[in-house]
């Protein structure tokens, strides 16, 4: 998974992500089948989007921040930019 652009996770990218970091396919059992994943999205995605995982093994809290806010009201346009969040 390259983190040069932002993309939003989901189900499927959230498990490919998981199986693709050793250090969390690990902690949950991930690394022997995602059969038995469970992934529940918990949060609204406005300013992160939150998955718990569970796994034959353990669970994680997943969150992924947006590189903006989601539900801006702001008319002046020039300070939408100023809310950005680098991906670094």
Not at 19 to 26: D, H, R, Y
Not at 33 to 58: A, R, T
């Amino acid at each position: 998974m390259s983190f040069e652009e932002f993309t939003p996770l989901n189900e499927k990218s959230l498990v490919d992500y998981i199986k693709s970091t050793p250090a969390l396919s690990s902690k949950i059992g991930a690394d022997k089948s995602d059969d038995d994943l469970v992934i529940k999205e918990v949060g609204d995605g406005n300013l992160n989007f939150v998955f718990i995982v569970v796994g034959s093994s353990g669970s994680l809290v997943i969150k992924q921040v947006r590189f903006f806010v989601h539900h801006l009201s702001i008319t002046d346009s020039s300070l939408c930019s100023s809310w950005k969040v680098s991906i670094d």
